[in-house]
């Protein structure tokens, strides 16, 4: 397995792990995110095929989501149904927060959604046990309720 960060060439992977509504609006979005420094997209690769990501946030006008260099988001971490239970979010989990504390970030947030029991399982293990707030919010039509966990180093 290889963890590495998506270049925009590579965005339209994305596809394998979510079934966006516009999938042109999430490539030219997270393009110009990552081309502005914003954004990194981790993926997890196995024989060069996408299986696996998790999103860094690096600033936001919320600061309870990200600031720079202090706070990292993470979002969208997703495992293909294919390979779930392996341990493999895991790992790409551990490899982010290692990067993002070799960066020096000292505090990471997370958004969950109730019904993730999984999520919340790994992300607890993981040390995020501090509900910041409680978030709304819509993206491409649908929308989304969840807590915002904090794990500070």
Known sequence: ???????VDELCQLNR??????PEAMIQSN???IESGEIDIFGLFSNKVLIGEL??????????????GKRAYLYAFRIHENH????????LLKYVIDNLT???????TVG????????????????????????QEEYQGEKYEYNLYLKSM
Do not use: P
């Open 84 to 91: 779930q239970g392996k341990g493999l979010g895991k790992h």
């Open 112 to 135: 969950v959604e109730d019904d993730n029991e999984r999520a919340k399982h790994i992300y607890n293990s993981f040390g995020f046990d501090k509900i910041v707030s409680r978030i």
């Open 1 to 7: 397995m290889i963890v590495k960060t998506l270049n």
């Open 55 to 68: 999103r860094a946030m690096y600033s936001n006008s919320d600061e309870r989501f990200a600031q720079k």
């Open 31 to 33: 393009s110009q995110k």
């Open 102 to 108: 070799q960066n020096g970030y000292y505090e990471i």
């Open 17 to 22: 792990l979510f079934c966006y509504n516009d």
